[in-house]
């Protein structure tokens, strides 16, 4: 198959074209650079100059705290440029995989999050991942948006924005004391294993909305911990919780996903934490990319 993949530098995205071409499938990746997703008339200019069969949406505004003072800006890229997306995918037949995120969530829940629960997002970050959500379905019969959490992967090193495990390993590094929520708890979730189940669900033709989070459920608290032992770095941490440090955007709370649906799909189970961190680390001592 043909495929467009935006968001094509990012660390999810860097993953969906290496996962891409593995299978033998012929693709091509846009960034920020390359293509506006918020201006209408340069995503229709990339659809008729690519003629994808599949496009793939890992392009995201995904500064939570930020967007609470420019909804206008998240709500362009998050909402607004699925739409966009998904009315070029109508017109030319194409599929679009939207990748959207656990903020959809109130976090009020003590069990993993399935695909049927309500969304209730509390932040201007959450509501602007659910109309991109609610326009792919508006727009769309023939879709795929994938809710993950957390996302991690060696492409992180090489990004502007990083990710939670380098932010971790270059405090340490710092020799700064690090204190980390013990009361927030996500499925962080392993970039090239995301990559791979999400084309699986393209090539096996499951549509509709699917999560795909990490293998467990964990605080971020726990996840340094995790981070710091498969390192091998000793860092000054201590647990933390949300009366210590207030944000701008609120954050769900529990935000573990469900993982049944997309095994049911055929799909194999996500790797477990200490696996996907083991992979991480032999990844990111490996050559730039």
Known sequence: MKALVLGARGQ???DLMRELAGRGHQAVGLGRQE??????????????????DWVLN?????????AE???AAALAANGLAARHMAVCCRDSG????????????????????????????????????????????????????????GVFGPQGRHTNRGNFVELMLRM???????RVVEDFYATPTYAPVLA?????????????????????????????????GEADVRAEIQP????????????????????????????????????ALGEYFQKRHGPTP
């Not at 293509?35 to 994808?52: G, K, N, S, Y």
């Open 94 to 149: 194409a599929t679009l995989l939207h990748f959207s995120t656990d903020h959809v969530f109130d976090g009020t829940k003590t069990t993993p999050y399935m695909e049927e629960d309500r969304p209730a997002p509390v932040s201007a970050y959450g509501v602007s991942k659910l109309a991109g959500e609610l326009y792919v379905q508006a727009y769309l019969r023939t879709y795929c948006i994938v809710r993950t959490a």
């Open 35 to 52: 293509l506006d997703i918020t201006r209408a008339d340069l995503v229709e200019q990339a659809f008729r100059l690519h003629r994808p």
């Open 12 to 14: 999810l995205g860097t």
């Open 196 to 228: 791979a189940r999400s084309v699986e669900l393209l090539e096996k033709g499951c549509f509709g909305v699917y999560h795909i989070g990490g293998g467990q459920v964990v605080s971020w608290y726990q996840f340094a911990l995790m981070i710091f």
């Open 240 to 275: 933390a919780n949300e009366r210590d440090y207030p944000t701008p955007a609120r954050r769900p709370k529990y935000s573990g996903l469900s993982n049944a649906k997309m095994e049911t799909a055929g799909l194999a189970p996500m790797p477990s934490l200490e696996r």
């Open 58 to 66: 890992a392009a995201a505004y995904n500064q939570v705290d930020v």
């Open 69 to 71: 003072k420019e909804p």
């Open 172 to 178: 340490a590094s710092e020799g700064r004391s690090i």
